[in-house]
T-cell receptor, first 115, second 110 residues
Framework: EAQVTQNPRYLITVTGKKLTVTCSQN?????MSWYRQDPGLGLRQIYY???????DKGDVPEGYKVSRKEKRNFPLILESPSPNQTSLYFCASSSGLAGGTDTQYFGPGTRLTVL | LAKTTQPISMDSYEGQEVNITCSHNNIATNDYITWYQQFPSQGPRFIIQGYKTKVTNEVASLFIPADRKSSTLSLPRVSLSDTAVYYCLVGDRNTDKLIFGTGTRLQVFP
């Protein structure tokens, strides 16, 4: 089954404790992206990757890192999480033929709480 | 940066046609305009995309005027299961960043 998986689905952590949210897709997609969703602010892009070893900042990259060492994986790293990073995070992938505006497939989401 | 505007909410009754418009300026000239549906606690799900004029699939139609400064998602004969939040997605002309619309919460009543 074609899908995007994220782990963990739920995470409660404390300020400053490094964490990684994994994202994996099995559709051989070139384009992968991370979003955060907050009430009243909608979905905002954090980082995206057009291909392996190519990553770019989205709208709200501060406080996040990503890597794209393999085509299928695109982990999101929070080196020193802060409470304002409490949010619902989505990973997505697409073929990349239209710069990400082609059909994106979203993961189930990771709800992160930073105390 | 491209700016998008959608109505915050809309109400409808089962069987009616619903039209949701997204205004978007400064969008990339060669990218699609895409619409997504999102249910609570789930990731957005693709509905339809288009480049210009009109596109129709089995669930919706999308109308895009020649200037591409707006797009209208049309849902024919909505049902209770269409109650969700609907987002447009565009690419910014200058930065290639993706910008989601503000989202429209559609409530369908029996």
């Amino acid at each position: 089954e074609a899908q995007v998986t994220q782990n963990p689905r739920y995470l409660i952590t404390v300020t400053g404790k490094k964490l990684t949210v994994t994202c994996s897709q099995n559709m051989n997609h070139e384009y992968m992206s991370w979003y955060r969703q907050d009430p009243g602010l909608g979905l905002r892009q954090i980082y995206y990757s057009m291909n392996v070893e190519v990553t770019d900042k989205g709208d709200v990259p501060e406080g996040y890192k990503v890597s794209r060492k393999e085509k299928r994986n695109f982990p999101l790293i929070l080196e020193s999480p802060s409470p304002n990073q409490t949010s619902l995070y989505f990973c997505a992938s697409s073929s990349g033929l239209a710069g990400g505006t082609d059909t994106q497939y979203f993961g189930p989401g990771t709800r992160l709480t930073v105390l | 940066l491209a700016k998008t505007t959608q109505p915050i909410s809309m109400d409808s009754y089962e069987g009616q046609e619903v039209n949701i418009t997204c205004s978007h300026n400064n969008i990339a000239t060669n990218d699609y305009i895409t619409w997504y549906q999102q249910f609570p606690s789930q990731g957005p799900r693709f509905i339809i995309q288009g480049y210009k004029t009109k596109v129709t699939n089995e669930v919706a139609s999308l109308f895009i005027p020649a200037d591409r400064k707006s797009s209208t998602l049309s849902l024919p004969r909505v049902s209770l299961s269409d109650t969700a939040v609907y987002y447009c997605l565009v690419g910014d002309r200058n930065t290639d960043k993706l910008i989601f619309g503000t989202g429209t919460r559609l409530q369908v009543f029996p």
